[in-house]
Structures are given as C-alpha cells and as structure tokens.
C-alpha cells in the first residue's frame, strides 16, 4: 500500500474516535492523500496555503489549547522552511505536534534538487524534544501512527508518499522508538535507515556470494536511539556499517557514531549522501547515481570488510 | 474607567521596579502595552488568576514577547504570582525570563519571542476555540517593526480567510524599533489599509485611552464573519517622560536605582 493511503486510513479511524485531532495541509492535501479527510472532518482539516512557517506556529496554538495536529508537507519544507518555528512555537513551547515531511532524499524523484531534503534530519535532529523516524515499510507505519498520539513531544515522520517495497510480514509488531533485527549474522553490523532496509536486504545475497555474514538492523528511529541494540550487535561483530538516504552529515551515519565513539568505538563505514545536493531523476536511477543500490551497497561493503 | 487608570499606573510602576531589579531590559515596548494589557485583564477578557488554566478561558498572546516586563507586572497585578517574584526578572533559575514563557509563567498562554510566530499560534487558538464551540475569544499584540516578518501576513491572510472572528489583534504602532523608527528601517506602514483589505474589521485608536480600548474591543465583538484588527497609536516608553524621550533609543536600556526613584515619583 502506498504510505499516503496508509496515513489517510489510520487517521480517518482515528479521528473518529480521538476528536483532538486536527490536520493541517500547505497546499499539499492532494499529493499527501489527505484531502478526502476534509469531507469527512471539514471541522478539524485545514488547508493553510502554501504557508508552511505560519501553518507550524498554527500547529502550535492548536497544541496550546489540547489538540494533536498532524501536519503534512514536503520533507524539505517541513524541515529547513519551518526550522524556528518547530524550535520555538512547538519545542521550546512543549507543545505537541506529529510533522510528517514527504517524499525525503531521493524519493523526491523528478521533483529535483530544490525538493531533495538530504538535510531534514539534521536540521530536526538537534532540537530537543524532537522524535525523528524514518519509515520502513507501510506496515511498520501503519503500526507506528496510534502510538505517535501518545508520545509527549513533537515526532518528525519521515516518509515517502507512493509505493515502497515491503520489509515485514503480518506477524510484525511495531513499537515506536525501538530497533528491529532484521537478519542475524556476525562479521559486520549493517545498520539502516527508512526504506533502505529493502535494498540492503536484497545486497546480502551478494554478500554471502563474498562470505560475509551481515547482521542487519534497521534503525526506525534516529532519535531516540535504540542503544541497547545497536551496542549490543556491535560488540558481536565490531564493525558497523550505516546506510541512509541521507546525507552523512547529520543523520543516521551521525547518530550512530556519535552513540559508539563514547561507549565502544569500531571502525565505520557512512553510505549515503557524501555531502552534496540532489538532482531530478527517477528513483533506481537516483540510487545508483549516489551508490545507494543494493549493488553498490554490496560492493562497498566488500571493500570495507577487506 | 479612573479606577482602571489607576491600575495602569500601578502595573508600569512594578514593570519599571521589574527591569530595575535587574539594571536593565526591554522597557521601551513594555510601557507601551500597558493600557491594553489592564484593558483586557481587568475588564475585557474571562479569565481567573486563581485557575489560570481555565478550560474555555479567553487567551492573550503577546506576539511582541519581549514585553515580557509588562505582561508579568499585569499577571503579578492580577494575582497570578507573588509581585515579589517580578524582582527575579532574567536571573539565572529565575521564572521570569524577558521573552513570555507559557511553561514558567502562571498566565502566560503562549511562549514567544520569535517575532511573527506568535499571532499564528493566536490563530491556532481560534481555530481551536472554533472547534470547541466554547466562545472564546483570541487576543494577540503584536509590533509594528514586528510586522516586517513574512508570517504576520501569512496568519493575517489566513485568520480572515476563516473569518475568524473571535481573533481580536493588536498593533502596537509605537514606530520605534531597534535600529530606528520603523520610517527609517522599513517602511511598514498603512496598517489600517493593510490589514483592512487583508479582510480584517479595522480601528485605528489612541492606544493609551483604556477606556477607548474596551469600547472599541466591545465594537468589534459585534462585527462578525471577520477577524478584529485594533491598531493602537502608542508611545514606546509611556508614562515615564525621561523614557519617552529616548525614543527609539529606549528599546532594551540600563535602569539605574536613580532612574528608577526618578520613574517612581513620575507615576506615583
């Protein structure tokens, strides 16, 4: 299921029954899917324009009075636009809001450089009270949304709008702000972010072909970090590798070092954005543009191991 | 009405004692927002000091948050804290910071200080009152140099788009900013045609008549179907006449003891 069907489904459930909810829209309810929740909430659905600070602050003052506002917009708005306002309107007010930024990294596809976040979670990331989650799979998502209503603080979603492959099967059970175990293995940790599970996935067979045996654990949540987890696979394998469609400066690369280098550090290796800016394309060809297909996910893992 | 002017004489007096105690601070726009500030609190708005978090209260959000002083002199006036505390202004630990702070201040409704933002989260009240049904009314205040950020125009554009009329905004058209009067830095001005044909039912009034500003508050209640703009002509300063004659130069300034015996004898 694409992930905007996925929100749209939760949230016309939820706000059946949980009547704090508002959505809020800066001119994207179409491509973000929620438009049909107007016709079903036209009291708690606002479209604000494309005005995304003001829609932020807005967020805010629904928040002050005991409303939970979802707001949607494109990664790089959501983010870099609207910086203070989640800093003071949302987070240093203690005010709660769910931020759900579309489309991050290469996901943006043919809408380009301009619309390419490769910086969203490091703009986010350094604001406390902030939870940041990188989506996996519309599963996963689907179990996450009813929790991000109990969470006390903001939570930045970051997550595409269309058809992603799926990682987990119907047995899996999702909670916010934990890690999961992909595959086991032993001679290296490769940790993902959001969809590239599924491509790091699809590079452990060439990895077997190169006798590697991968442990794989996707990290669902940059902030917070699931410790514990990541500690413990590492001190089995004592290497670790990050992959993220991101750039390495800030995110899931960061994260992870940042948490290692003070309790057990090992050599790492960053695969991701290398510090430069996005351009239009589709999406395998985007990925192999910035070396984030499974092929070369494989094959600078191989050289890494050497 | 003389009983309120009174108040306002009370409320600069412990705004001066306020920023003194710390030897300086915000105290040019501070003194320019008394008299609506004792207007709403002691006349106009539905709240209750001793439950400050009232359900279906009326809201204040002093978008101008480095008003701080004054809006924590009125809430101190009102009931809300000890006047005592008003001496620990900006020191370290301290619950009166310069900028509002809804988290540490018993009344304040919205923590501001980024200019701009805080007549979105007005709107963001209205909207939510809206919602509730409760009959509630929204006041925001904010500044003239304040309205040279984007997002003051955003939220206007959007507040009468919704018609949200129970949002009732204030301009503090003191014409003074940091860097010199808002003629010198940015042109700004025309707020009444501005925010009239951004959709607003529009006043224009001296902003130091309390009794004025209850009516005109009183007359915008009964316009519906459009967010209230009151734009207040006010001098930064008011009310102590060695303030108001720096000027532009009175923004964030020393108070010395002798400043302050100076102030106090003026608004005795």
Redo the contacts between chains.
């Keep these: 299921m694409e992930f905007r069907q996925v929100f749209y489904q939760q949230l016309s459930k939820l706000m059946k029954e949980d009547e704090r909810i ?1 959505v809020l829209d800066a001119d994207l309810s179409k491509p973000n899917g929620t438009s049909p929740l107007y016709k079903e909430f036209p ?2 659905c ?1 479209n ?2 494309i ?1 995304e ?2 829609m ?12 939970i ?1 979802f707001i949607f917009t494109f990664a790089p708005f959501a983010t870099r636009r609207t910086c ?2 989640i ?3 949302l987070a ?3 005010q709660k809001a769910i931020i759900v930024g579309t489309d991050p990294g290469v996901t943006a596809e043919t809408n380009g450089g301009t619309h390419m976040a490769f910086e969203d979670i490091s703009v986010v990331r350094a604001i406390p009270r902030i939870m940041v989650y990188d989506v996996v799979d519309a599963k996963q998502l689907e179990m996450a949304i009813p929790q991000m209503l109990n969470y006390d603080g903001i939570v930045y979603v970051r997550v595409p709008r269309k058809l992603y492959p799926d990682v987990y099967n119907n047995e899996y059970i999702y909670t916010l702000g934990k890690a999961d175990i992909l595959k086991e293995g032993k001679d290296v940790t490769i940790f993902t972010s959001g969809i590239m599970a599924s491509e790091v996935l699809k590079a452990i067979t060439l990895l077997k072909e190169a006798n590697i045996n991968a442990e794989v654990i996707s990290l669902n949540t940059l902030k917070p970090l699931d410790k514990e987890a990541i500690l413990k696979s590492v001190k089995k394998t004592n290497r670790a590798v990050v992959v993220e469609n991101h750039s390495i400066i800030g995110g899931a690369y960061s994260s992870v070092a940042e948490y290692l280098s003070t309790v057990y550090p090992v050599i790492m290796k960053p695969i991701g954005i290398q510090d430069e800016f996005g351009q239009t394309g589709k999406y395998r060809e985007l990925l192999e543009v910035y070396k984030l297909d499974y092929n070369n996910i494989a094959k600078q893992i191989i050289e890494f191991m050497k | 009405m003389s009983e309120l002017v009174q108040i306002a004489k009370e409320i600069r007096r412990l705004t001066v004692e306020c920023i003194a105690s710390f030897g300086s601070g915000h105290i040019g726009g501070s003194l320019s927002i008394v008299d609506v500030l004792t207007a709403l609190y002691y006349k106009e708005m539905n709240v209750d000091p001793k439950n400050p978090n009232k359900e279906n209260r009326d809201r204040l959000v002093v978008s101008k948050g480095h008003s701080g002083p004054a809006v924590y002199a009125t809430l101190a006036h009102k009931g809300y804290f000890e006047k005592s505390e008003l001496k620990t202004l900006n020191k370290i630990g301290t619950n009166l910071p310069s900028h509002c702070d809804m988290n540490k201040v018993p009344g304040v409704d919205m923590t501001t200080g980024s200019l701009g933002q805080g007549i979105s989260c007005a709107v963001g009240c209205a909207i939510a009152s809206k919602i509730k049904n409760n009959g509630a009314y929204i006041y925001a205040i904010i500044g003239d140099g304040e309205s040279q950020e984007g997002q003051v125009w955003e939220a206007a554009m959007f507040a009468a788009h919704k018609q949200l009329d129970n949002l009732i905004v204030f301009l503090d058209l003191n014409h003074c900013q940091i860097d010199g009067t808002i003629e010198e830095v940015v042109d700004n001005g025309m707020f009444f045609e501005k925010f009239n044909s951004f959709g607003f039912d529009t006043y224009s009034i001296d902003g130091h008549n309390i009794e004025l500003i209850c009516e005109t508050i009183e007359k915008a209640k009964q316009v519906k179907g459009k967010p209230h703009m009151i734009i207040l002509n006010t001098l930064k300063g008011k009310g102590v006449s060695f303030i108001e004659e720096m000027g532009v130069k009175n923004h964030s300034i020393p108070i010395t003891k002798e400043d302050l015996e100076k102030a106090l004898k003026e608004l005795e």
């Design positions: 508002v009291n708690r606002y604000v324009g005005a600070s003001n932020v602050s807005i967020a805010a003052g629904l928040s002050s009075c005991g409303m506002p203070d306002q800093a003071v309107s240093y007010s203690y």
